[in-house]
């Protein structure tokens, strides 16, 4: 039979290849040998300090929006701005979904909203895409891709993977409800050197105002939830 190869050799092709972690042990495991990195939850006494310094870093982004998500754009965590915003785009409805790509993708949730949409759903697809290409035992985002190629009006050229396309740099969301426009851009925040699959995969999305308007209104959903939650307390 074939010699197996060692378990060096599998960590410098998956280094080699960037492998996520959980790729990674999909590998070790292919190759004869045991998985190597744990998956812990996020709420797990073990990640304890990083669910603390995770609190810190939404708390420090009011009044503007923040996220955590999950490798498949599961909300796992959001700070009280999001909620802010989200409601009012929402008109006051709660939305049906607690995934980025369903709010983006569903005509019923925040794409209606969404005056930038195609450019901005663009853009999740062209991740998604580079995503399955990265982990392609990853069946939940090849299910996800489906789902979203399937809502309407999404441009068949999305179905295939743009080859050399690199996503936006610095990508703008605009919104617009009642007359209101609200433009933000993102930076995401992932964490250095992890050891664990939860982290490996945990990215933090803080949107910031893009104008002073934006800005201003954040700063005015603030208030009149701070007021509204004095006179439930008095």
């Known amino acids: 039979g074939k ?6 050799m599998v960590a410098r092709l998956a280094d080699t290849l960037e492998m996520p972690l ?9 190759a004869g040998y045991a998985a190597q990195y744990p998956e812990t939850a996020l709420t797990a006494p073990e990640l304890a ?5 995770i609190d810190f870093i939404l708390a420090q982004q009011e009044p503007y929006p923040a996220f955590v998500l999950d490798r498949h754009w ?3 965590m959001a700070n009280r701005a999001a909620q802010r915003v989200n409601h009012f785009l929402l008109g006051g409805r709660a939305s049906p979904h607690a995934n980025m790509l369903r709010h983006v993708f569903d005509p019923d949730d925040l794409r209606a909203a969404l005056s930038n ?3 901005v759903a663009g853009d999740l697809i062209r991740h998604l895409h580079n995503e399955i290409a990265a982990a392609p035992t990853d069946a939940t985002a090849r299910a996800l891709l489906d789902e ?8 068949q050229r999305w179905r295939t993977r743009e080859l050399g396309t690199a996503p936006s ?4 969301t605009v919104f617009c409800r009642k007359e ?4 933000f851009f993102s930076s995401i925040t992932t964490f250095a050197t992890p050891r664990d699959i939860t982290l490996d995969e945990l990215r933090i999305e803080c949107c910031f105002p893009v104008d002073d308007a934006t800005a201003a209104f954040c700063r005015e959903l603030k208030e009149k939830d701070t007021d509204e939650i004095s006179m439930t307390s008095s």
């Open 3 to 8: 010699a197996q190869p060692s378990r060096e």
């Open 169 to 172: 740099p610095l990508l703008t």
């Open 148 to 155: 979203a190629l399937a809502y309407p009006d999404v441009p």
């Open 49 to 53: 300090r990083i669910h603390r310094a």
């Open 180 to 183: 209101q426009e609200l433009r």
């Open 22 to 30: 959980r790729e990674r042990n999909a590998l070790l495991v292919a």
């Open 117 to 119: 949409w195609e450019e």
């Open 74 to 76: 599961n909300i796992l």
